[in-house]
């Protein structure tokens, strides 16, 4: 099935007939018009990207591979597929040449609050490299109605294009005293956490999962909001 770029995602929901499974969907940009049409139709953009398994940019070079890299398209969707394919069908991973800024060989890897979508969708995308791994970073605490007492969301709020896409991301994280220290409103804290990675039935798949050993709250920043651009 060819998919109008234009057309709402919600409509193939509810016209696709109900005994078919869709299988993969696959989303294809050209590189040449992309930075016009995510400042024109961020939301759209996004959209699309966030419901595919697999994302090829074509019509690239290496001006526009650095492009679209700069805009973090893999924080519209941490687990698709996404390669960069030049004029002569040659591919390029998206994830090659994307050096991590924080050291994962030290004892304790720190995370700084601009570092945090970065560590997310490597962590995301690659769980087995965490695991096992200390880390020590500042989010937010987020506890839901329906998580355990001793568990919680730790992340923050992003925005990946505008404000129509704000959203809170991060991992689920244990903590025996969560349900006495969280309550209500959100806590912003400093935590370390030790990464284990195991099966999220609401991710479908391996994730970190963030057992944390030090727990610190702290005066939220001026701007709480992670920039992913």
């Not at 078919?20 to 953009?45: D, H």
């Not at 605490?141 to 919680?152: G, L, M, T």
């Not at 990946?160 to 994280?173: N, P």
């Not at 309550?183 to 039935?201: H, L, S, W």
Request: glycine share 4%.
């Amino acid at each position: 099935l060819e998919y109008n770029g234009m057309w709402e995602m919600q409509l193939i929901q509810k016209q696709f007939p109900r005994n078919w499974e869709i299988y993969q969907i696959v989303t294809t940009i050209n590189a040449e018009t992309y930075q016009v049409y995510l400042n024109n139709m961020g939301p759209k953009i996004i959209a699309h990207v966030g419901a595919s398994e697999l994302v090829v940019f074509n019509r690239c070079t290496p001006e526009l591979n650095e492009m679209i890299r700069k805009t973090n398209v893999k924080a519209m969707n941490p687990r698709a597929y996404i390669y960069l394919e030049d004029n002569e069908g040659n591919a390029e991973d998206y994830n090659e040449g994307l050096p991590l800024p924080y050291d994962l060989e030290a004892p304790v890897v720190n995370i700084k609050p601009d570092d945090f979508g970065t560590w997310y969708i490597d962590a995301l995308n690659e769980p087995k490299k965490y695991d096992g791994l200390t880390v020590k970073f500042k989010a937010e605490a987020h506890k839901r109605k329906e998580d355990p007492d001793d568990r919680f969301l730790a992340g923050r709020f992003a925005m990946v294009c505008c404000a129509d896409d704000v959203s809170f991301i991060g991992f689920f994280a244990v903590w025996p005293e969560a349900a006495e220290k969280i309550r209500g409103e959100n806590v912003f804290a400093e935590m370390t956490a030790k990464i284990k990675v195991e099966y999220d039935p609401e991710f479908h798949g391996d994730a970190p999962v963030l057992y944390i050993q030090d727990f610190q709250e702290m005066v939220p920043p001026e701007d709480k909001l992670l920039y992913f651009r």
